[in-house]
C-alpha cells in the first residue's frame, strides 16, 4: 500500500518538484542558478571594472565617447543607489553583472547595451572576484597587523614576567609571559607574508580574456589592468576566465592564519580556566551561564577555535569544486564565492577577538610566577650547573638530577628547598652556589642565547618587532 503510494508520489509531477517547486523544473533551474544573493558583495568591484572597460573601449574606438560617458554616468547613479538601500536580489537576474546591466538598461535606454562589448561574464566575474579577494587580503592584513601591534605591547610590559613554560601540556622550564606571546607574533608574521605572496601572485588582469578564447575587437588589456591596479594583463585567456588559485591561496593562507588565532585562543581558554588562573579576560568577550551564576566563560576564545575549524572547511570546499575542472569556465566555478565570503567574514572577527583578548585580558603575573615553582621547573638548570660549574657530562649530571627531583617530590618540597646536605648526599661536587641557579628568576635569565626566553633577550625582541611594525606605517 505504502510502496504504492511513493511510486504515485513520483509518477506524478506536480507532487515530485513539491512545495515551493510546483511551477516544475524551471523554478528549480531558477533557484539553483541564482547567485545574486552572495555575488551581490562584488558590487563595488563589479561597477569599478565595468567602468575601466568602458573608459577602454572608448579610448580603443570600439564604442563611442558619448555612449561611454552615458555608460559611466548611469553606473555612478547605479553605485549610489546600492551604497544607500542595498542591491536588489532578482532570480531571474541570476548574478551582481545582469543585475546591474539591466539597471543600466533601464536608467539610460540601449547604450547599455554596449558596455558587454569584447566581454563575457566569465572574464568579468573573474576579475570582480580577484578584486574582492585583494580587498579581503588588505583588510585582513590591517587586521593582523593590529594583533601584531596588541601582542607586541603586552609582551613589552611583560618581559620579565614568569610563567611556566610546557611541554606535553606539563611544566617543563620557566619562561616569560613576553616570550610565550611574542611567539604568536611570529606565527602572525609568517601569515602576513602568506596573504602578502599570494597578493602578489593574484594581481593580474583576467579582463579581456572574454568568454575563453580572447577577442576580435581591438581591446587594450594592459589600459584596463593598469586602471584596477593589476600590474599586467594575464597571458593566457583560458587561464584568465579558468583561474580560482588566488582565491586557493586567500584561503590557504587563511586557513594557516586561522590554525594561528586557535592555538592562541586554546591558550586562553586554558589560562582563564580556574585551575590556572593565568588571566581574567575581558567581561566584554566572556559571557555568563544561564543557570550557574559563577560563570564566566571564554566563549569568544572557543568560537575562535570553533571558526578555525569552518574556514579549514572553506578551503577544503574551494579546492574539491576545482579539481575536476577542464579548462575553462564550468558553472561549478559559480560556487567559488561562498567559501571566500565566509572564510574572510570568520577570520576578520576571529582577528579582532584575539586582537582584544590580547589587548584586554588582565595577566595574573602572580599566579603564572607560583605556577613556574611547581614541577620542578629548574631541574634542567640544576643540571646545567652540575656540567658547568663541576665539569660533569650532560647525561650523568641528568642522572644526579633526577636523584635531586625524587628526593624532593618524596618530601612534597621544590628543588631549592633541599637542604644542602641532601644534595651533597646525592653528589658531593655540589656546593652552595648552586641556589643561585635554581630560582625561577636566575633559570630565564641563564637562557640568554639568541631568541631565548631571557628578559633581555625579549626586550630586544620587542624592539626589533616594534622597529618592524613602525617601517611598514
Ligand atoms: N554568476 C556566474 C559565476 O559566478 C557568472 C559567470 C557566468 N558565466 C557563464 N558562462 N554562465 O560564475
Given at each position: 500500500m505504502e510502496r504504492c503510494f511513493v511510486l504515485s508520489k513520483v509518477s506524478s509531477s506536480n507532487a515530485m518538484w513539491g512545495?515551493?517547486?510546483?511551477?516544475?523544473p524551471s523554478a528549480i533551474m531558477r533557484e539553483i542558478n541564482a547567485s545574486i544573493p552572495f555575488d551581490k558583495a562584488l558590487w563595488r568591484q563589479d561597477i569599478a571594472a565595468s567602468c575601466a572597460h568602458v573608459t577602454m573601449l572608448a579610448a580603443c574606438n570600439i564604442v563611442s565617447a558619448e555612449d561611454a560617458a552615458a555608460i559611466l554616468a548611469g553606473l555612478e547613479t547605479i553605485s549610489g543607489e546600492y551604497e544607500a538601500h542595498g542591491v536588489p536580489e532578482n532570480w531571474?537576474?541570476?548574478?551582481i553583472h545582469m543585475t546591474t546591466e539591466s539597471r543600466l538598461a533601464e536608467l539610460i535606454g540601449v547604450a547599455a547595451g554596449r558596455l558587454h562589448t569584447a566581454r563575457s561574464r566569465n572574464d568579468q566575474v573573474a576579475t570582480d572576484f580577484r578584486l574582492w579577494v585583494r580587498d579581503a587580503i588588505d583588510q585582513t592584513d590591517a587586521g593582523l597587523a593590529a594583533l601584531q601591534r596588541a601582542l607586541v605591547a603586552q609582551a613589552g610590559v611583560h618581559a620579565a614576567s614568569i610563567m611556566p613554560g610546557f611541554t606535553h601540556l606539563q611544566v617543563a622550564q620557566p619562561v616569560t609571559l613576553g616570550h610565550h606571546l611574542l611567539a604568536y607574533y611570529e606565527m602572525i608574521r609568517r601569515d602576513r607574508s602568506r596573504f602578502a605572496d599570494a597578493r602578489a601572485r593574484l594581481n593580474v588582469s583576467p579582463l579581456g580574456s572574454a568568454a575563453l578564447?580572447?577577442?576580435?575587437?581591438?581591446?587594450d588589456r594592459a589600459m584596463t589592468a593598469s586602471a584596477l591596479g593589476f600590474d599586467s594583463p594575464m597571458r593566457n585567456s583560458l587561464d584568465g576566465v579558468s583561474d580560482r588559485d588566488f582565491a586557493i591561496d586567500y584561503l590557504q593562507a587563511a586557513a594557516q592564519c586561522a590554525l594561528h588565532l586557535s592555538r592562541l585562543a586554546e591558550e586562553f581558554v586554558i589560562w582563564a580556566s580556574q585551575p590556572f588562573g593565568f588571566v581574567r579576560m575581558a567581561d566584554s568577550l566572556s559571557t555568563g551561564s544561564s543557570i550557574m551564576p559563577q560563570k564566566k566563560n571564554p566563549d569568544a576564545a572557543e568560537l575562535v577555535r570553533g571558526h578555525s575549524g569552518r574556514i579549514i572547511g572553506c578551503l577544503t570546499s574551494l579546492m574539491v569544486t576545482m579539481k575536476g575542472l577542464p579548462l575553462a569556465y564550468s558553472k561549478d566555478m559559480q560556487d567559488d564565492k561562498p567559501p571566500v565570503f565566509d572564510a574572510a567574514n570568520l577570520l576578520g572577527l576571529s582577528i579582532a577577538a584575539m586582537t582584544g583578548m590580547v589587548a584586554g585580558s588582565s595577566y595574573r603575573t602572580d599566579r603564572m610566577r607560583q605556577a613556574a615553582e611547581l614541577g620542578f621547573a629548574t631541574a634542567t638548570d640544576l643540571a646545567d650547573w652540575l656540567v658547568r660549574?663541576?665539569?660533569?657530562?650532560f647525561r650523568e649530571a641528568h642522572h644526579i638530577t633526577g636523584a635531586a627531583v625524587k628526593l624532593a617530590e618524596s618530601r612534597g618540597?621544590?628543588?631549592?628547598?633541599?637542604p644542602l646536605a641532601d644534595l651533597q648526599a646525592i653528589d658531593n661536587r655540589i656546593d652552595d652556589r648552586v641556589f643561585a641557579a635554581l630560582s625561577v628568576e636566575a633559570s630565564v635569565a641563564a637562557?640568554?642565547?639568541?631568541?631565548?626566553?631571557a628578559p633581555d633577550q625579549v626586550r630586544a625582541r620587542v624592539a626589533e618587532a616594534l622597529g618592524e611594525l613602525e617601517a611598514e606605517a
Open positions: 512545495g515551493r517547486f510546483a511551477e516544475g531571474d537576474l541570476e548574478d578564447a580572447g577577442t576580435g575587437f581591438p581591446i660549574q663541576a665539569d660533569i657530562p618540597i621544590a628543588l631549592d628547598e633541599l637562557r640568554a642565547s639568541y631568541g631565548g626566553t
